[in-house]
């Protein structure tokens, strides 16, 4: 279950900051964007190369709105299949100044099963509108209340990097609120400061690093299992992501980008 996990992790858990005043509400990011990254599991010595997982930003009209299409697709490495197949799919369409979610779809298709979940949010009725189909149990169609500054999972990636690390201190947590299937789940991030990292590649950057507060369930603890390093220059964009599981680790690093808003200057070049 190693690029599930990671893509989740990439998606569930790079969360929202939750009525955040630390965000400076500056885009850092643009139409054509394009990052991917290499998904590996880790276990002592070992390594397993597993997965690639792209984030790509396009343009769309709904309901007559411009805004951001934000793209995020995994799949399991061809020598990797035979284990755990894994082809997902996740789109959010998110307003493009305050980053508002109005639409979120999954289609994932994991081992033996398949998902296809959607989220509409209405803002107006205060309502959140899910259907969540799965060839392993019935569909659910269900309605639930929307909370102020409740985003989707993937609009909350996008959304993380306009914060302010800079006005953060050591040690302070900030609140996370996110939807996942249909609940609405108050987390946290940690701030721990700023760190000289280099990946498995050899590239070396300037990084924030914060830990994240995880969901309980089969494969996390529900402690602080998260870490995730941003590059520390105006596209805030994720380096590197380590999330303890129950055996083990699976940790992810930046491999290409495109088309980037801002030069990635983080990066220390000798």
């Not at 799949?75 to 639409?103: A, C, G, M, Q």
């Not at 099963?113 to 169609?141: C, G, H, P, W, Y």
């Not at 306009?162 to 900030?174: A, G, P, V, Y």
Request: with cysteine.
């Amino acid at each position: 279950m190693i690029n599930p996990i990671v893509l989740h992790i990439m998606i569930l858990m790079f969360c929202n900051i939750s009525q955040s005043k630390e965000s400076n509400n500056k885009i850092p990011f643009q139409i054509g964007e394009r990052v991917s990254y290499s998904v590996y599991y880790n276990w002592g010595p070992i390594w397993m190369r597993a997965a690639n997982v792209d984030f790509s930003i396009q343009s769309e009209i709904y309901k007559t709105k411009p805004i951001f299409k934000f793209i995020s697709t995994g799949s399991s490495i061809p020598s990797y299949d035979w284990f755990f197949y894994v082809r997902d799919t996740f789109i959010s369409y998110s307003e493009k100044n305050n980053l508002h979610s109005y639409y979120y779809f999954q289609n994932s298709w994991e081992g033996s099963v398949k998902l296809k979940n959607t989220l509409q949010f209405d803002r107006f009725s205060n309502t959140i509108t899910a259907r969540l189909e799965s060839s392993k149990k019935a569909t659910v169609d269900t309605i639930f209340d929307y909370k102020p500054e409740t985003r989707d999972l993937l609009n909350a990636v996008y959304y993380c990097r306009t914060i302010n690390f800079d006005s953060l201190k050591i040690n302070q947590t900030m609140p996370i609120k996110t939807v996942f299937d249909d609940s609405i789940y108050n987390l946290y991030i940690r701030f721990m400061g700023k760190e000289v990292i280099t990946l498995k590649n050899g590239r070396k950057f300037n990084t924030v690093k914060i830990r994240a507060k995880l969901i309980a369930g089969t494969i996390f603890t529900g402690g602080e299992d998260l870490e995730i390093w941003i590059s520390d220059d105006p596209c805030r964009v994720p380096i590197k992501v380590v999330a303890k599981i129950l055996i083990g680790k699976v940790q992810a690093f930046v491999n290409e980008t495109e088309n980037l808003k801002y030069p990635l200057s983080s990066e220390i070049r000798e």
